[in-house]
């Protein structure tokens, strides 16, 4: 079955610098991958959605790739910000179904 | 204004019980969910449903059940409540697209 896999370990990063979060799933390539934020005791907050036809998608400071030879999705920050910090979480979905898998997402520390 | 809502916020019960947590979406969606986060930060989809059709993730125990009296709502019966069971459960809505879910605040919910 499909999996979707993010580092589990915390990306720790200063400010101003551009954060990058990696998103790998395994088996077919999925149609559309999602990206996630989500804040201690909140639920995710979507935040951009990249098509498999898609190689880029951008959205003020955020970007995402979406490389189907390297089954990968970037996820970056520029100009990252404290504020920036929460856990970032991709999520997949394929074969006609608009129901995400997640993966278990990847916690952001930006320090001052 | 609460695109979308849940409650309640904690739910403390103990074993053997039955629970309920409910869930109104106002920004008019086809689709809803239910998720299940564990401590591990895992999102796992529960339950999707729309008025066509109800979704189940076929490792979900049948003492959970999903009841929607209107297209607005969707709220989640648990029957006899195991330890197991203690999580954080989303309930979540979207278009029937891929352009993201809009998720609720969670329900903490812990079973003694």
């Known amino acids: 079955s499909q999996k979707i896999e993010q580092n589990s370990e915390a990306l720790n990063i200063q400010e101003g610098k551009t954060a990058t979060l990696t998103c790998n799933y395994t088996n077919y390539s999925p149609a559309y991958l999602q990206w996630y934020r989500q804040d201690p005791g909140r639920g995710p907050v979507f935040l951009l959605l990249i098509r498999e036809n898609e190689k880029e998608k951008r959205k003020e400071r955020l970007k995402v790739t979406f490389d189907t030879t390297l089954k990968q999705s970037l996820f970056h920050i520029t100009a990252s910000q404290p504020a920036d910090s929460a856990t970032y979480l991709c999520?997949?979905?394929?074969?006609?179904?608009?129901?995400?898998?997640f993966g278990r997402g990847t916690s952001l520390i930006v320090h001052p | 204004d609460t695109a979308v809502s849940q409650t309640p916020k904690y739910l403390v019960t103990q074993m053997g019980n039955d629970k309920s947590i409910k869930c109104e979406q106002n920004l008019g969606h086809d689709t809803m969910y239910w998720y299940k986060q564990d401590s591990k930060k895992f999102l796992k989809i529960m339950f999707s449903y729309n008025n066509k059709e109800l979704i189940i993730n076929e490792t979900v125990p049948n003492r959970f059940s999903p009841k929607s009296p209107d297209k607005a709502h969707l709220n989640l019966h648990i029957n006899s409540l195991e330890l197991g069971d203690s999580a954080v459960y989303f309930c979540?809505?979207?278009?029937?697209?891929?352009?993201?879910?809009?998720f609720g605040p969670g329900t903490r919910l812990t079973v003694t």
């Open positions: 979540a809505s979207s278009q029937d697209s891929p352009d993201g879910q809009y």
């Open positions: 999520a997949q979905a394929s074969g006609g179904s608009y129901i995400p898998t």
